[in-house]
């Protein structure tokens, strides 16, 4: 249990589906992050949220909406994905201003049919 | 610009055997470092983190890393491989308290009994 939840754990859709992932922390961090992970490749920064300001968003395609309505949640909304979109998709929190790590959930594995 | 370069996208060893994963970054600033751990379909755990103070940092499960200042390296041992210890490895630098991070490619560990 890192303090960091995920949910759903995996998600099959269509890509004309309309879902959603979300990720609760109940750390008192104020920086919330979404990483995608696709197999064989980096690990990929997609957006950053500090004080629920968005501060990143890493040329996402527009399929990928982020929400960040206060500072322990986190969420992201999807539509018309493409296959090529199936991954692994991560959430982290920190707290900025100190030498912190991050905090990572388990994970949303996504499978775009 | 900040980066992170793991070497050998993927290490065996033997069982009992002494684990070396390597990990070398390039900042202009006095960098803070850290090393994942990820298990399959799990998200990244921390093993171990160097802020300041002591150069040798050990962490949890056995490993140990130590910043080289002037190697720019940190790389990640453990005496004696245990079969438990395969899984993917993560090297990250942070340079700021503003919290970007810098992720490695990952190192695969494969423990051969």
């Known amino acids: 249990e890192t303090g960091v939840t995920q949910t759903p754990r995996h998600l099959v859709m269509g890509m004309t589906n309309k879902k959603s992932l979300k990720c609760e922390q109940h750390?008192?961090?104020?920086?919330m992050y979404w990483y995608k992970q696709s197999a064989k490749k980096p690990l990929e920064l997609m957006f950053v949220?500090?004080?629920?300001?968005?501060?990143e968003n890493n040329s996402v395609p527009s399929r990928f909406s982020p929400e960040c309505p206060n500072s322990s949640h986190l969420f992201l909304h999807l539509h018309t994905l493409q296959p090529e979109d199936s991954a692994l998709y991560l959430c982290?929190?920190?707290?900025?201003?100190?030498?912190?790590?991050?905090?990572f959930g388990e994970g949303s594995r996504l499978t775009v049919l | 610009a900040q980066s992170v370069t793991q070497l050998g996208s993927h290490v065996s060893v033997s069982e009992g055997a002494l684990v070396l994963l390597r990990c070398n970054y390039s900042?202009?600033?006095?960098?803070?470092l850290f090393w994942y751990v990820q298990y399959p379909n799990q998200g990244l755990q921390l093993l171990l983190k160097?802020?300041?103070?002591?150069?040798l940092v050990k962490g949890i499960n056995g490993f140990e890393a130590e910043f080289k200042k002037s190697e720019t390296s940190f790389h990640l041992t453990k005496p004696s491989a245990h079969m438990s210890d395969a899984a993917e490895y993560f090297c990250?630098?942070?340079?700021?308290?503003?919290?970007?991070?810098?992720f490695g490619t990952g190192t695969s560990l494969t423990v051969i009994p």
């Open positions: 982290a929190s920190t707290v900025t201003g100190v030498t912190g790590e991050l905090f």
């Open positions: 900042s202009s600033v006095p960098p803070y």
């Open positions: 750390l008192g961090h104020n920086a």
């Open positions: 990250a630098v942070s340079v700021d308290t503003g919290n970007q991070f810098y």
């Open positions: 160097y802020t300041t103070g002591a150069t």
């Open positions: 949220y500090n004080f629920k300001e968005q501060t």
